[in-house]
Structure formats: structure tokens, C-alpha cells
């Protein structure tokens, strides 16, 4: 094994080897730095740490082959950092932390089979994140924990059975998430607690899952917006866990079969839901529970749509339905439900 150790100095490295290699490098408050570390092989390991007001330093790792690992701690008021890290191969996994510093741009490449990106932001502010990954069962799991704000992170996969899922935790603002998967069955599974956070996530190919949630603490003002194109797809985005209040849920399905199911429930309230389903053969299923005050508008054009809605305690919500063309079918079901306002509107054959 191979080990490469710096402390605090203005460096330029490049590292090529072949398996079970360790590098290991410490910036300390220290500015504007390069660090390049490139690495082939299987079982690699890299670990580099940037701290104590460390501020505009470049580092790149780069690993091809199987099974590598890099590690990346940016913390203690180290700021406008730069990082590159690009995987490619099979089971490689890049893992990121930042902690109170803010204001620095990461980008994560990784290409082939079941890699893992792991990235984590607490007490970080305006923090830029983007996640590339391209191929087979893919995992990016990017979190945002508490008192982060103004947050950017984008993650892109093509392929099949990619995984996305980011989480927004408690106390965790003005954060924005954008999500672009291509392929056939990934998943999408983003999660908010906070306020005001912005969630993007779209999809295209066959058998797309997208499934967000946002829930308690309280979660209030955040936005979903869904947008999946193709055959089987599936959106279902849950409010819930209590004071979700005034968020706004978007989805858009264009092609056939796609399913969109929405649940509010526990006393949320306020919220704003819309659905536009176009081609055949959708369904929209939307459930109230305990969830007052909620704006639903659902529109459905093409052939043998179905909306189907139930509400269970819940009082003075307002439910449009659309639907045009033929052969489609509405349903809507209340027990103990009050002083709710629904329109159905159906135009075709």
C-alpha cells in the first residue's frame, strides 16, 4: 500500500497506481490550494480534508476501476471551494461533508454499475452541488440538515433502476433540488422538512417512480413540481406529519398508464394540488385525511382517464375535475367531510 500525506502547503499532486492505494491530505487554513489526485485500479482510497477557514481551493479526484472510495470534509468556515471528483466502474462511492462553510461548488461524476454518492450539508449556507451518474443501479443520497439555507443541488442519471434521494431536514430554508432521470424504473424519493424549499423532478422513459414527501416540524411554503413523460409511470407525492400547511404540488404526465397518487393528512392544510394528465388509460387518486382548506384542480385529456377522490374528515376544500374526451370515469367519496366545494366537468363522447 501507498500512502501520500500533506499538511497545509500549497500543492500540485498526481497519483497513478494500481490497487489498494491510500492518499490522505489535510488543507489547513490554507488558501487557494490545487490538489489533483487520480487514481486506477480496484480498492482505492482517498481522503482529503479542508478546514479552519480554508478558502478557494481547487480539488480533483479522480478514480477508475472497482470498488474505490473518496472522502471529502469541507468544514469549520472553509469557503468558495471548488471540487471535482469523477468515478468510473462498478461499486465505486464518493462521500461528501460540509459543515459550516458555505459558498462552495462540488461536482460529482460517476459512470457504471451501482456507485454511490453520498453528500452531506449541515450549518452550510448557498452551498452548489451537482451529481452525474450514468448507467446501472446508481445511488445519489444527498441530505441537508439542519439550519442550511439556500442550498443548490442538481442530480442527473440516465439509465436503469437509478436511485435519487435527496432529504431536507428541520429548520432548513430556500433550499433548491432538481431532479433528471432518462431510462426505465429509477426512482426519485425526495423528503422536506423546512420552509420554502423547492423540489424538480423529471422524468422520462418507462416504469419512472417519483415519490415525494413532505411532512411536519412544521413543513410550510415548499414546492413540488413532477413532470414525467412515457408508459407506467408513477407519482406520488405524500403531505403529512402534522403543520404541513401551503405547499404546492405540481405533477404533469404525458403518455399512458401513468398513476399519480397524492395523500394529505394529519392537519394539513392550505396546500395547493394540481394534476394535468394528457393521452390514456391515467389515473389520478387523490385522499384527504383529516386535511381542511386544501385547492385541488385535476384535468385529464385523451381517452379512458380516471379520477378517483376520497375525503375522510376533512372540511372546506376545493376540488375541480376536467376531464375531456372519451370514455373517462370520475368518482368522489366523503365520510365526515364538510363544507367542501367539488366540480366535475366532463366534455367528449
Known sequence: MKKISTLGLILCINLVAAQN??????????????VNVAQTGSSNYVKIKTTHSSDQN????????????????????????LVLIGQTGTKNKSELLVKKSNANEIIITQKGFKNISETRITKGDRNAIFIAQRGTKN??????FSNSN???IVIAQRGTKNYADPDIFSNSNKNRIVIAQRGT??????DLRGGQNTVIISQKGLKNDAD???????????LFVVSQRGYKNDADPDIGGGDSDRNAIYVAQRGSKNDTDVYLENDSDKNTIGISQVRSDNLADINYDESNKNVLTISQKGHAHQSEINLMMSSLNSINVLQ???EHFSNVSMTNAKMNSINVLQSGN
Not at 479526484?61 to 468556515?77: P, R
Not at 445511488?139 to 441537508?144: K, L, T
Open 21 to 34: 492505494n491510500d492518499s490522505d491530505l489535510t488543507i489547513d487554513s490554507s488558501d487557494s490550494n490545487i
Open 58 to 81: 481547487f480539488l480533483y479526484v479522480g478514480q477508475s476501476g472497482s470498488e474505490n472510495k473518496s472522502k471529502l470534509k469541507i468544514k469549520s468556515d472553509a469557503n468558495k471551494n
Open 139 to 144: 445511488d445519489a443520497d444527498p441530505d441537508i
Open 150 to 152: 439556500k442550498n443548490r
Open 185 to 190: 424504473k429509477n426512482d426519485a424519493d425526495p
Open 212 to 222: 415525494p414527501d413532505i411532512s411536519g416540524d412544521p413543513s410550510y411554503k415548499n
Open 324 to 326: 375531456m374526451g372519451a
